[in-house]
């Protein structure tokens, strides 16, 4: 049984690029949650999607920012026109109803240059 | 907009209980408890959650008061691999469509002394 895998976990970006960010939950788990980590920080809530559904994107940038969660395949969270202060670890975790707990990838690290 | 405040660091010996306080007084009714874990810059790892009554499980105990104000973590025996940042949360509850949000704090830099 498959934990929450994202990809890549390691990305480098020049400023201006785009990165996309790739998590596939647990087989069976629905709810999507999306969280950012900097250096020597907690974690940041970014976004929250279930299929086909956003259902709060309150902490995530209003622009350069978006993510999706489709009926098919993983969820993107996308970046673009990437600044150096996007430099972080990005976590997905995923969950199988809206109370359960959550399972947290190993995380995707960006790096922008 | 965290609702928890913990200790920034703690130390214990090894093999000897670990007690990690948190303090979540604005806690609404119906909001649970969790704890998470994270060694190194891994994912977060679940350790346990609750509402009301104390809960064990085979990592951890967790103890809430009886007002829901403030809970402690243990770890009963603690090993050098128990070393990590441990988070606690208050699960939050969306006014509406029965979903919830979980919000990290800063965490307790957990240091196990060999």
């Known amino acids: 049984n498959a934990g929450v895998m994202q990809n890549p976990r390691h990305l480098v970006r020049r400023r201006g690029q785009e990165a996309r960010l790739r998590c596939s939950p647990m087989k069976g788990h629905s709810h999507v949650y999306w969280y950012r980590q900097l250096p020597e920080e907690g974690l940041k809530f970014m976004v929250y999607?279930?299929?086909?559904?956003?259902?709060?994107e309150s902490g995530m940038p209003k622009e350069r920012f978006s993510a999706e969660f489709p009926k098919e395949g993983p969820s993107i969270l996308r970046i673009q026109q990437v600044v150096r202060g996007d430099s972080a670890a990005y976590f997905c975790a995923s969950s199988p109803y809206p109370s359960g707990a959550l399972f947290f990838g190993e995380g995707s690290r960006l790096t922008v240059l | 907009d965290a609702k928890t405040t913990q200790p920034t660091s703690m130390d214990c010996a090894e093999g000897r209980a670990a007690n990690l306080p948190c303090n979540h007084s604005?806690?609404?009714?119906?909001?649970?408890v969790y704890w998470y874990r994270q060694i190194h810059s891994q994912g977060p790892q679940y350790i346990i959650h609750g509402l009301k009554n104390n809960e064990t499980n085979e990592m951890a105990s967790l103890i809430i008061t009886e007002d829901r104000k403030s809970s402690t973590l243990i770890l009963p025996h603690a090993t050098l691999r128990d070393t990590a940042v441990y988070y606690c949360?208050?699960?939050?509850?969306?006014?509406?469509?029965?979903?919830?949000?979980?919000?990290f704090g800063t965490g307790t830099r957990l240091k196990v002394l060999a």
């Open positions: 604005t806690i609404s009714g119906n909001e649970y």
């Open positions: 999607l279930q299929k086909e559904n956003i259902i709060d």
């Open positions: 949360i208050v699960r939050v509850d969306y006014s509406t469509s029965g979903t919830y949000k979980y919000i």
